[in-house]
């Protein structure tokens, strides 16, 4: 049989999916001399040096055995600790924390612990490229509800619950969301959480940006009435403690949730990389202060793109959270994906074109400011050169020039 004759027995559910649209321009950006890529979405700073330091000491003491399934109990009392002082909400280390390898493995095990087949999953658009695939890998049915610009990118109570149904289980909520930036108000979470308990809803909350909030405080949706114990809380390592290599996140959550993604966990993972959980153990311990330093970076390079991109005359929705701007790039009379691949091809600068993120992402573009403040300068400068040509175009073509 030939390599590509095996495809036919391939899980039809694996076979039905779609490779991911960011694929594709990261390909032609790696090929790219000169790059400058505002595509990618994790820090540009190195994992601070105490940090790197504590997994070297650890390696150097030995420390190279399997941990307890759930993670390393300092781990995991440091991170109840944590929690506690900045979310202020309370969590049994021993039976309401779940270790995992990066938020990734932790958003798998809560759709795989709740969604039985054919279950309905409400997921807002433009939403982070792997919340369709894990839930379809689970079993369950993706449910999509847009939101655009005009409403901040927010969902709106009212536009879940049109969709709701019998069938319904779970809500996916990201805010600060990845691709937009947008946060949500506590007034709007309220009414979210209102929706959930009317309908018995479980909310997988992906608060992974929480940190990375530039105007006032983050408002967590389990902090909300009545919220705690139907959520299931994402946090992790990669984007505030500059840790995205290391792969250690964690789930917050009612034991009967934790001790179901445990019991996968267990079987599929057994555990978190140790020397990676020492590393997180001084993050949390130690690495606060640098943190902070970083979000006042990211803070400062976010003025500098909203700003930037009105200069260009691009719409820009300021991003209350994340690293992400996502401008709006339909006065180009460009696709995303045109927009995209002109914009590496003339210019060498690499952003993702916004429906990698959803069908309502169509029209604009994500851009990374995780970046150097000469790097963003550079491309900004190169950017605005490309979005002039494509004005001067357009008009060409509207006088029949083209
Ligand atoms: N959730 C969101 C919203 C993300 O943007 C990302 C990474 O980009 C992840 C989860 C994955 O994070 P981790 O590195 O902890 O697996």
Redesign the pocket.
Known sequence: MSASGWTAKLNPTVRALKPSGIRRFFDLAAETKGIISLGV??PDFVTPWHVREASIFALEQGYTNYTPNSGIPELRREIARYTAEFLGLEYKPESEILVSV????A?DLALRAVVAPGDEVLIPEPC?V?YLPCTVLAGGVPVTVSTGIEQGFRVRAADLERVITPRTKVLLL?YPN?PTGAVMPREELRAIAEVCAAHDLIVIA?E??AQLTYEGEHTCFAAQPGMRDRTILLQ????AFAM?GW?I?YALGNADFIGAMTKIHQYTMLCAPVIAQMAALEALRNGREEMRRMVRAFSYRRRLVVKAFADMGLPCFAPGGAFYAFPDIRSTGLSSEEFTERLIREEKVAVVPGNAFGDCGEGFIRCSYAASVEELNEAFKRMRRFVERCRVENKNKARGFA
């Open positions: 979405g994790e990066g938020v990734s493995e958003l982070y792997s990201c990845n992906d992974i940006y992790g390592f990669s984007k995205t792969r996140g």
